[in-house]
């Protein structure tokens, strides 16, 4: 009898032996790998164009002002989460699954025809503009913008570890095309084309063209997409789902508004790479923690949840001027600050910021301190390297230290730290606020959108209405 129950174990063992290979990969390990994937998707696209821009602006029509252009082009596709978070809360009923899917699947579409129309060019009202780049870029950044309030509640389907491999394919989404660019290379100064009468600058030495750039940001897309799509319906790995909202719906709703308030952030921020994430993973991962961060701010601030008191009023007008460097004018400045010293500061100084921006978010995951003293300091640090970096715009095309070699170095390290700084202090201020009532970080949302807005529309105005912004013109012509 217990030779034949040992005969009957062996056959099983056989059998699982059979149908679940030891070479398999845990479902766990699969997951982790999808999520990773999933995750590169949401900022990849914006990430990629910016980092490509080094290339583009001395062959598009708008020349150093395409920064602008497009830093505006990104603030008008904010509209598209706020749409979508409107739908939500009306009776329109959204499958969510399908929604990320058809997302993803125009994210890819759209980088794939960027990678051939990147380069057309029509007329608008006399002049000549990039208006295919525009288009397609407005795409992207709707799928981007939509990611921080759809792609983040889908995980809530996963086991809550697998957060941190979402954040890890965010960050990701900034260092890969970083990277790419970085192979890529650019020509030191411009070539001239004394061909014509017309003196043109040319890049010749990249060692490939943005079309195979925007092709990998493309292929990127796509398996990002595949990945989603596994993760959705691969029966291997449903066991790593969380259990079904039927039978844990109460744990599911204290989740929800756990996390409810960060994502109506997320719908009026326009973000950068996964800042707004790591914000949801502390409020989410922490939740249980006996020391909370919100008690800290609160022992810090000493204000109730609703009160609109002066120090409450500082910190939104700080973080609105902050977002207003960051997400509007720095950007649309930057040419301005960087070329002068040559196509290769300009280059190191986008994709090397770029990499700066997870950088600061990993470290917000491991200590995020919320000393007024702190975010004080960083500020104060924050200003004093825009001030350079606009006052370097500000004096092209003849910059001080434009010939020399610690000039370019001191350029690309402005912009390093002054990202990484803005990062990092955003995600201060907001984790200051982060357990106090939704209208609170509802208010910081605003405060962050309003910035980024008058920061997108001043750069747009001083580059094309004013003359305060000059090129550098090496051709001579």
Not at 34 to 43: E, R, T
Not at 211 to 221: D, I, R, T, V, W
Not at 302 to 308: D, K
Request: glycine share 6%; hydrophobic share 45%; with cysteine.
């Amino acid at each position: 009898m217990q030779q034949h129950i040992g005969g009957m174990v062996n056959t099983e063992q056989i059998i699982d032996s059979q149908t679940n290979p030891t070479w398999y990969l845990k479902p766990s390990t699969v997951v982790h790998i999808l999520v990773m994937m999933f995750g590169i998707s949401a900022w990849i696209g914006i990430n990629g164009i910016f980092i490509q821009l080094p290339l583009l602006v001395n062959s598009s029509p708008e020349s150093w002002g395409l920064a602008a252009y497009l830093v505006v082009t990104i603030q008008v596709a904010n509209i598209t989460p706020i749409i979508y978070s409107l739908l939500r809360k009306s009776s329109f009923e959204i499958n969510e699954s399908h929604c990320i899917l058809g997302m993803l699947g125009m994210a890819t579409f759209v980088m794939g025809l960027l990678a051939f129309l990147y380069d057309k060019t029509s007329s608008i009202a006399g002049k000549e503009h990039s208006t295919a780049l525009f288009i397609l870029t407005f795409f992207t950044a709707a799928v981007s913008c939509t990611s921080s309030i759809l792609f983040m509640p889908y995980l809530s389907n996963f086991k809550e570890i697998y957060l941190v491999s979402y954040f890890v394919g965010e960050g990701l989404s900034g260092v890969m095309p970083s990277i790419v660019a970085l192979i890529q290379g650019i020509d030191e100064s411009p070539k001239c084309n004394d061909t014509s009468n017309i003196a043109d600058s040319l890049n010749t030495s990249a060692r490939f063209s943005p079309q195979y750039y925007f092709l990998f940001l493309f292929m990127c897309l796509l398996l990002s997409s595949i990945a989603f799509f596994l993760l959705e319906n691969l029966s291997y790995i449903k066991q790593e789902k969380s259990l079904s909202r039927s039978s844990d719906n109460n744990s599911v709703n204290n989740e929800s508004k756990n996390c409810n308030c960060q994502r109506q952030v997320s719908v009026l921020s326009e973000g950068s790479i996964s800042e707004n994430d790591v914000m949801e993973s502390h409020v989410c991962i922490d939740t249980y923690k006996k020391t909370d961060v919100g008690d800290i701010s609160n022992v810090h601030y000493g204000q109730s949840n609703n009160q609109l008191t002066l120090r409450n009023v500082y910190l939104y007008s700080l973080l609105s001027i902050i977002c207003l460097l960051a997400n509007g004018l720095l950007p649309g400045l930057q040419p301005y600050a960087c070329l002068s010293y040559g196509n290769m500061t300009y280059h190191l100084s986008a994709t090397l910021s770029q990499i700066a921006n997870p950088t600061a978010c990993l470290l917000a995951l491991w200590y995020l301190p919320h000393s007024r003293k702190v975010i004080n300091c960083l500020s104060i640090v924050i200003l004093i390297a825009s001030s350079y970096v606009i006052y370097l715009a500000l004096v092209s095309p003849d910059p001080p230290l434009q010939d020399s070699q610690f000039g370019k170095i001191l350029v690309i390290l402005s912009w390093i730290l002054l990202i990484g700084f803005i990062s990092y202090v955003k995600l201060i201020i907001t984790s200051v606020f982060r357990r106090k009532s939704e209208k609170t970080l509802f208010h910081v949302g605003v405060a962050m959108q309003v910035g980024s807005a008058c920061g997108a529309v001043l750069s747009f105005v001083l580059i094309t209405f004013t003359n305060l912004l000059q090129e550098h013109k090496p051709c001579g012509g």
